[in-house]
């Protein structure tokens, strides 16, 4: 079932939610290089995750799709717009960074949606997605609000970027505690991450992606 606005809300009021978007978030602001007067595009509903973005002066364009609805939540100094996912409305290499949560896996065509993404990059702009493990509890409970749409493997995701014209710089495997409102979990979350590494590799809640647009494919690639 696709989520609406509403269920994301709700769960990212909770304990549990605001866990793993602080979580994440510490994880991705170390691979962003992220300088003022910059252009960012912020996909899905990706708003708990990005808070870091407030320390910097950027035109920032939150984007939603029609099937989700606009967020009435109350981001500053921000663009937000509602979007077609086979055709946004941005002109060619105009953003500097995209970031994409809750959004690839709830997308009719992921490669049309990934080349849109190359579109409007700029020549070697970075992409930052958080995909759902399609072997994880996070995709695979109907209480997550990362159980709707696609999960993905390692492999397939992988096979996506390349196709699309995108340079992988990392994935990461991410997220080994469950979607429990635990005392526990949120005092070991790290360790419990340590171990679930080691002995529950596969089984990762989420991969962290980041890409490059190869900017040496300079001619639009053809929409299969």
């Known amino acids: 079932m696709y989520l609406d606005l509403l269920n994301y809300q709700n769960f ?9 978007a ?25 708003s708990p995750y990005l808070t870091f973005l407030k320390n910097y002066n950027l035109s ?12 009435n939540e109350n981001i500053s100094k ?18 500097d960074h995209m970031f ?13 949606s990934l080349r849109e993404m190359w579109r409007t990059l700029v020549p070697d702009g970075k992409l930052y997605l958080i995909i759902p493990n399609k072997k994880s509890s996070w995709y695979l409970s109907d209480k997550s609000p990362f159980s709707s749409g ?3 493997s390692k492999k397939q995701i992988s096979n996506f970027l390349n196709d699309s014209f995108f340079e992988i710089q990392m994935i990461e495997r991410i997220v080994y505690f469950p979607n429990k409102n635990y005392l526990f979990i949120n005092k070991h979350k790290n360790l419990i991450d340590q ?12 991969y962290l992606c980041v890409v490059k647009k190869k900017y040496t494919q300079m001619l639009h690639p053809k929409y299969n």
């Open 22 to 46: 602080r979580h994440i978030e510490f994880k991705l602001k170390k691979y962003c290089y992220i300088y003022n007067n910059q252009n960012v595009g912020c996909f899905g509903y990706s």
């Open 150 to 152: 696609n999960g993905f």
């Open 12 to 20: 990212y009021k909770s304990s549990i939610g605001n866990l793993l």
């Open 78 to 95: 921000t663009n937000k717009i509602l979007i077609d996912e086979d055709k946004i409305p941005f002109q060619d290499s105009f953003f």
């Open 100 to 112: 994409l949560i809750h959004y690839l896996e709830n997308n009719y065509n992921t490669k049309l």
């Open 195 to 206: 171990i679930g590494s080691v002995f529950f590799k596969y089984f990762n809640g989420f």
């Open 60 to 71: 920032l364009s939150y984007c939603y799709s029609k099937r989700l609805g606009l967020s």
